[in-house]
């Protein structure tokens, strides 16, 4: 079992920025894929970034929606077992619930990273709301 918290998310005025966290628990040794989810109101749940570990070496690889690029980070602190999302220059349209997201132990980030039906473990949210 995993279970991962989020934390971080406020209001800002748009150009602002945020960091958010997640903390993971549990079976985290073989979590090769973790990702940042958004939800706005009235709108489907939708793929922010992706982080992807290597179970041989500590660097990973990331996966970014098109409407972030350049302006989120995700990373993540293995000491830690955190999960960042950098989040530069907000604009009203970031405004959403923000979750994290963990696929099953064991299994790595693939094409379907964006898919929220191919992670398993979800945390209870937090909102961002950017105002103009």
């Known amino acids: 079992q995993v279970q991962v918290v989020e934390s971080g998310g406020g209001s800002v005025q748009a150009g602002g920025s945020l960091r958010l966290s997640c903390a993971a628990s549990?079976?985290?040794?073989?979590?090769?894929?973790m990702g940042w989810f958004r939800q706005a109101p009235g709108k489907e749940r939708e793929g922010v970034a992706a982080?992807?570990?290597?179970?041989?070496?500590?660097?990973?690889?990331?996966w970014y929606a098109d409407s972030v690029k350049g302006r989120f980070t995700i990373s993540q602190d293995n000491a830690k077992n955190t999960l960042y999302l950098l989040m530069n220059n907000l604009k009203p349209e970031d405004t959403a619930m923000y979750y994290c997201?963990?696929?099953?132990?064991?299994?790595?980030?693939?094409?379907?990273?964006?898919?929220?039906?191919?992670?398993?473990?979800w945390g209870q949210g937090t909102q961002v709301t950017v105002s103009s």
């Open positions: 982080f992807t570990s290597n179970a041989f070496s500590a660097t990973g690889s990331t």
């Open positions: 997201a963990a696929r099953a132990p064991g299994y790595y980030c693939t094409g379907a990273r964006a898919d929220p039906a191919v992670y398993r473990y």
């Open positions: 549990g079976d985290t040794s073989r979590m090769y894929c």
